[in-house]
């Protein structure tokens, strides 16, 4: 392969939100940049997490030099474990935070060894990863510590802005390098590609200092306790949440396991700063007034085993909500979470809660740039070719109308598939291939059981089986099983005396869960898949994927 | 039963959007205030439509004197032919357009003469419904000719807003009433009953008119084909758009059924002005250039058979979409259909057109109250007591702040849920009761083949059974079948050889829709649903619940 001819192919983030991971390909050696997961819609059912396809790596896995990760978010990290699982990665960039929250996820994987973990770092200029020198540029964003990649090498100089947005007045005060970014602009970009996912949205999004504004306009006249619910990875926001706490006189405590983990975790690297005795254990709250409280929470996309959703029905161990409460949900549902959401709302309200989200408060800005601060990147940088990457097709296409109007040239706007190969030689640039790509649907049993967790494609489908279980529920007043769960197997060896043994096991777990008053479906597909998984891994050692399908009449 | 306490029972339409219905009870003598359905979540597989419980009307039959429907809305009108199948009801009242389109409604069912459709007029004074003396005041909304209801007795005057907003520009000039719901204030309103929809949202909704202003900032500047989407209802809607269209040189048709129908029944009565000319029918568009033509259309929501996602998915009969194209979606998605709407938006922008949405442009307002108008309303009014309905809990809830805030006291505010018994009396307002309320869902067979509609509830369900086919499908490329479908039935006296022919039949469905490249799984459900259901029909002359699962790997 010509070594003035870069090849870039998304493995996935284009055409969708999730999963975000592009190829470079330069002479046969390769960098990868992003290795993210995505979230399963509704119809994928028994489905905890998608990743993206790596087959191509892995028919190529002694020409893998490198990883760099832009940030710590779960779509452009989530997938790490998993490709180090399945191809030799020498060296993990990133930088100090991103590698940090990275580090004790391959950690839970137990693959701390899997490879290098070295710190990229902004300031100090260019760095060899294999064929390239790269270098990184500061980028603001809903987490800190995010960066843009610039690939150079004969065959042009590619800038990869990851996520990002035009925040001058971040939390901790490191904006995005639009000074560097102009120099880069001078010195050519031959293709930008550009994260789109508010490229429709006219104007500018808001700096996160206004949450902060908001946690200050509300918290204080607050008399009962105040939850704060956000992403698990939104240290400026908890941060935010925590000051306004201390200067209130509440003390803070923080419910879900991700989030007192990323929290721990930026404490120690130095990005979020906590008087020590702010914080008290969830199991310590009985000992203050609601007044005196504000609980940091996950859940804020009402996924159905967390920390609020949890609390909003009444069944968290350490937390309760009543009368004279303020739940923030300082997040915007992900599109496909929004009924969750309002479920979650209309629990905490019938809780007695008063809840203010995005829509009626200013309680949460969106970490990507808007029309406008596109326009502003495409001018400091003024690329000769544009590849919109990290969302939907019609965001993708709103991206490529903002390069045009730029000045880019129609033929030089390149709007990609997950699979397209790209190529960007002095030529110009062009898609000349597409590569097969899927999905791979990650199996888990229980959080946290990573050991467990089963990576799915069609191939091991072939071989570990499918079972999918149907429970009929119905009734007015609650749930109750209308009759005997029906279990279906497919490509699973053992069946007979075992498949009666879990239909008595799915008829047991329905019957406790009415009992305990659980009516909501997504929590009975929860509890029934997780019990029917362990009763096939006890008995035969194998993890069939299990779809629990509940049907209300 | 005391005849100076009326009961006051919502059967639907609180705590939740959807299938409003509420019963006025004085004396043992009802007055229904609407009959409204609902759409089905994601999780209830193979329904159609949800409606009210019937059973408390169908358990006092002969003592329902009317319906009283307060707008043309499938919330508010949708259940009532099914209504008339259950329960004898003398009178329908409503305005011209409401009876109007309710009345082809009753036509397809083949109900036209199962009440007397009595024409309510907001100008005309009180009239006698039953045991009330009832009075119509105007309100605007969404739709023309909504109205809200006064039900006046010796128990007190109790006052149902319907659903409104306050449009002081409505596009037929006919404003909420506001002088005399403030003359009905003075004289002393014993309940408000009011629309929570939007109780959240702080401020104003824009008028209607804002929706026409766009279309003349937009359209003119429209290279290509034209097409506006929006509810089939929005009667307003359509006559803006159309009146842009004439005085841009555009032809207009409209696609869709429903609207197609809703247009004709609305130019028939005089609500929308066309000139004749101005028309043309979906066969006749290849006679026009793109830059002529404005296309009406249903499908704002994503819904998989609508003319939009038709046209979206390259399968409409009579209209594509291509490069130049406009298309404007004047609609927001109903929670829930969020996902629905982007993959629409997203298979327009492939086939080339720019797509307008109410996230990035103003091509929507909602027809709902905001706050400030809540707010409005409860000064206007000044209620003794107010019962929130029409929303979500937390819609509820809000609403009731803000009655709170207005002065009414707080043992004067009731949040019902469906099902509860409210009590109004010269001693003031209570929930007394809670009746036993489910729901009911409607299962069709096609889209317009009302007559083989099947209504679902406990008791129809165990004599005609449930049918469950599970189709495992998946790959890369499209999709592809992976195994043979499998057909659980309950409830069905027949099985063995119809169950091998149904496996068949679905294995038939499903591998044509492959072969044709369909790959949407709600799609996918739709037709095997459908041939199912008709294969049965067939067969036996029975129509058990067909649950479609569709699985991928």
Same mark, same amino acid.
């Given at each position: 392969m010509a070594t003035d001819t870069l090849r870039v192919i998304p493995l996935g983030g284009v055409g969708e939100v999730g999963k975000n991971m592009t190829v470079f390909e330069l002479g046969g050696e390769i960098v990868v940049v992003d290795a993210g997961l995505a979230f399963p819609r /509704?119809?994928?059912? +028994?489905?905890d997490l998608i990743l993206p396809d790596f087959g191509y790596l892995a028919d190529r896995? /002694?020409?893998?030099?490198a990883v760099i990760l832009t940030h710590a978010h779960e779509d452009h990290v989530g997938a790490l474990p998993f490709l180090l699982r399945e191809v030799r990665v020498p060296q993990v960039w990133g930088t100090k935070l991103t590698l940090g929250l990275a580090q004790s996820r391959l950690d839970e994987h137990g693959l701390l060894q899997a490879a290098d973990l070295i710190e990229a770092k902004p300031e100090e200029g260019q760095v060899e990863i294999g064929p390239f020198r790269v270098e990184f540029v500061r980028m603001a964003h809903s987490v800190p510590d995010s960066i843009a990649v610039v690939l150079e090498s004969p065959a042009g100089r590619a800038l990869l802005t990851g996520d990002w947005k035009l925040d001058h007045t971040p939390v901790d005060g490191l904006r995005t390098d639009v000074g560097r970014l102009a120099e880069l602009g001078t010195k050519g970009v031959d293709l930008l590609l550009g994260d789109?996912?508010?490229?429709?949205?006219?104007g500018f999004t808001g700096s996160e200092r206004l949450v902060g504004e908001a946690f200050e306009q509300i918290i204080p006249r607050c008399a009962g306790r105040v939850l704060v619910a956000c992403f698990a990875s939104n240290v400026h926001r908890m941060q935010q949440a925590i000051d306004v706490a201390v200067r209130t006189g509440r003390k803070v405590t923080v419910v879900g396991r991700s989030m007192r983990k990323n929290l721990n975790i930026a404490r120690n690297l130095g990005y979020v700063q906590v008087p020590e005795d702010a914080l008290i254990r969830p199991a310590d709250i009985?000992?203050?007034r609601p007044s005196e409280l504000l609980v940091l929470c996950t859940g804020s996309q009402g996924e159905p085993m967390s920390a609020l959703t949890r609390i909003a029905y009444g069944d968290h161990p350490a937390v309760q909500v009543d009368r004279g409460d303020t739940v923030i949900l300082s997040a915007k549902p992900v599109p496909g979470n929004e009924l969750r959401v309002h479920d979650s709302i209309n629990q905490l309200s019938k809780a007695g809660a008063e809840v203010l989200h995005q829509e009626i408060a200013p309680v949460h800005v969106s970490g990507h740039a808007y029309a406008e601060e596109l326009r502003t990147m495409l001018g400091l940088v003024r690329p000769k070719a544009v590849m919109p990457v990290h969302g939907e097709f019609r965001m993708l296409a709103a991206h490529g109308r903002l390069a045009q109007q730029s000045g880019v040239p129609a033929g030089s706007i390149v709007l990609p598939e997950n699979g397209s190969v790209v190529e960007l030689s002095p030529t110009g640039v062009r898609i000349v291939d597409q590569i097969e790509t899927g999905v791979t649907f990650v199996d888990g049993? +229980?959080? +946290? /059981?990573?050991?467990a967790v089963a990576l799915r494609d069609r191939r091991t489908l072939s071989e570990d089986g499918v079972l999918i279980v149907v429970a009929t529920v119905g009734g007015s007043n609650g749930v109750f099983p209308t009759s005997r769960p029906e279990v279906i197997a497919r490509g699973l060896s053992e069946t007979g005396p075992l498949l009666d043994e879990m239909q008595s096991e799915a008829e047991r777990v329905l019957r406790e869960l009415v009992e305990q008053r659980i009516t909501e479906v997504k929590l009975l597909q929860e509890h029934l898949h997780d019990a029917i998984a362990q009763l096939i891994l006890d008995r035969t050692g194998r993890r069939p994927m299990i779809l629990p399908v509940i049907v209300e009449v």
């Amino acid at each position: 392969m010509a070594t003035d001819t870069l090849r870039v192919i998304p493995l996935g983030g284009v055409g969708e939100v999730g999963k975000n991971m592009t190829v470079f390909e330069l002479g046969g050696e390769i960098v990868v940049v992003d290795a993210g997961l995505a979230f399963p819609r /509704d119809e994928h059912l +028994g489905v905890d997490l998608i990743l993206p396809d790596f087959g191509y790596l892995a028919d190529r896995r /002694d020409r893998v030099r490198a990883v760099i990760l832009t940030h710590a978010h779960e779509d452009h990290v989530g997938a790490l474990p998993f490709l180090l699982r399945e191809v030799r990665v020498p060296q993990v960039w990133g930088t100090k935070l991103t590698l940090g929250l990275a580090q004790s996820r391959l950690d839970e994987h137990g693959l701390l060894q899997a490879a290098d973990l070295i710190e990229a770092k902004p300031e100090e200029g260019q760095v060899e990863i294999g064929p390239f020198r790269v270098e990184f540029v500061r980028m603001a964003h809903s987490v800190p510590d995010s960066i843009a990649v610039v690939l150079e090498s004969p065959a042009g100089r590619a800038l990869l802005t990851g996520d990002w947005k035009l925040d001058h007045t971040p939390v901790d005060g490191l904006r995005t390098d639009v000074g560097r970014l102009a120099e880069l602009g001078t010195k050519g970009v031959d293709l930008l590609l550009g994260d789109s996912t508010n490229a429709e949205r006219p104007g500018f999004t808001g700096s996160e200092r206004l949450v902060g504004e908001a946690f200050e306009q509300i918290i204080p006249r607050c008399a009962g306790r105040v939850l704060v619910a956000c992403f698990a990875s939104n240290v400026h926001r908890m941060q935010q949440a925590i000051d306004v706490a201390v200067r209130t006189g509440r003390k803070v405590t923080v419910v879900g396991r991700s989030m007192r983990k990323n929290l721990n975790i930026a404490r120690n690297l130095g990005y979020v700063q906590v008087p020590e005795d702010a914080l008290i254990r969830p199991a310590d709250i009985d000992d203050f007034r609601p007044s005196e409280l504000l609980v940091l929470c996950t859940g804020s996309q009402g996924e159905p085993m967390s920390a609020l959703t949890r609390i909003a029905y009444g069944d968290h161990p350490a937390v309760q909500v009543d009368r004279g409460d303020t739940v923030i949900l300082s997040a915007k549902p992900v599109p496909g979470n929004e009924l969750r959401v309002h479920d979650s709302i209309n629990q905490l309200s019938k809780a007695g809660a008063e809840v203010l989200h995005q829509e009626i408060a200013p309680v949460h800005v969106s970490g990507h740039a808007y029309a406008e601060e596109l326009r502003t990147m495409l001018g400091l940088v003024r690329p000769k070719a544009v590849m919109p990457v990290h969302g939907e097709f019609r965001m993708l296409a709103a991206h490529g109308r903002l390069a045009q109007q730029s000045g880019v040239p129609a033929g030089s706007i390149v709007l990609p598939e997950n699979g397209s190969v790209v190529e960007l030689s002095p030529t110009g640039v062009r898609i000349v291939d597409q590569i097969e790509t899927g999905v791979t649907f990650v199996d888990g049993l +229980g959080v +946290g /059981d990573v050991q467990a967790v089963a990576l799915r494609d069609r191939r091991t489908l072939s071989e570990d089986g499918v079972l999918i279980v149907v429970a009929t529920v119905g009734g007015s007043n609650g749930v109750f099983p209308t009759s005997r769960p029906e279990v279906i197997a497919r490509g699973l060896s053992e069946t007979g005396p075992l498949l009666d043994e879990m239909q008595s096991e799915a008829e047991r777990v329905l019957r406790e869960l009415v009992e305990q008053r659980i009516t909501e479906v997504k929590l009975l597909q929860e509890h029934l898949h997780d019990a029917i998984a362990q009763l096939i891994l006890d008995r035969t050692g194998r993890r069939p994927m299990i779809l629990p399908v509940i049907v209300e009449v």
